[in-house]
């Protein structure tokens, strides 16, 4: 199967145009059939031996959200510890989740030990089920950008908070807590890049070639 021009230019708006969001979100219900398409988008990554190491565990009740973000809020404070002064009264300044606010939460897991020990692509580095699951949170991604869902990434919040309030067993791993829902708008670059937090590195700087440290063509 070919895909068409028009079909490439929205694969690429979709990834260019994707935004990490906290501050954006409306309280709009997310349809079920679209919250099951996003879904089935993040079943469909690759993964290590054909793994599908992954689990989704989906967030609706208010009461739960607040138990996370109770435990965001502890952590984000243990977090603004760790900068030196400078940066940590920007960090401050930071909104760097949207867990109430978003209709919607996705918590995605690892069952490191499914289909047993031995999978194909994962012998020699145990930590390709962990990518994989990654590979499915990107997928969710890009599918609920597709959707115009805006999907936030949670990660200031230790695992024993969420396995507590999601019921999550013990050799369960955490890989993503993620905020879903529609928004007023995206921004066309990330935040933390508008705020000057950091720059975009340059892609000449990101591609090497041959080999480490030969960058230009
Ligand atoms: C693994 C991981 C973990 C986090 C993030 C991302 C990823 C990949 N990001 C979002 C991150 O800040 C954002 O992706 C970058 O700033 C780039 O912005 P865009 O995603 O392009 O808008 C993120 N953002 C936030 O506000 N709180 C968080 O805890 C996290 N955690």
Redesign the pocket.
Same mark, same amino acid.
């Given at each position: 199967m070919q895909i068409t021009n028009d079909e490439r230019d929205a694969v690429y708006k979709t990834i260019f145009s %994707? %935004?990490?969001v %906290?501050s954006e979100f409306k309280p709009d219900a997310i349809p079920d059939d679209v919250l099951t398409r996003i879904l089935t988008a993040a079943h469909h990554a690759p993964s290590v031996g054909f793994m599908q190491p992954w689990d989704f565990i989906v967030v609706k009740s208010q009461q739960t959200k607040a138990k996370i973000k109770a435990g965001f809020d502890l952590a984000h404070a243990e977090s603004a510890a760790m900068f030196n002064d400078e940066k940590m009264s920007k960090y401050t300044k930071l909104k760097? $989740?949207g867990i109430l606010e978003s209709p919607i939460g996705i918590c995605v897991t690892c069952d490191r030990s499914r289909n047993g020990p031995v999978v194909i692509g994962r012998t020699i580095n145990p930590e390709m089920d962990l990518y994989s699951t990654v590979c499915a949170v990107q997928n969710l991604w890009l599918a609920a950008r597709a959707e115009n869902l805006g999907v936030?990434?949670?990660?200031?919040v230790h695992d024993d908070v969420l396995k507590d309030a999601l019921n999550i067993p013990d050799d369960i791993s955490i890989v993503?807590y993620l905020c879903i829902g529609y928004v007023s708008h995206f921004?066309d670059k990330? $935040?933390?890049e508008k705020l000057g937090w950091l720059p975009r590195r340059n892609i000449d700087a990101a591609v090497h070639f041959e080999g480490w440290g030969k960058t230009a063509n």
């Open positions: %994707r %935004r990490d %906290r760097l $989740e936030g990434w949670v990660s200031i993503a921004n990330p $935040e933390l």
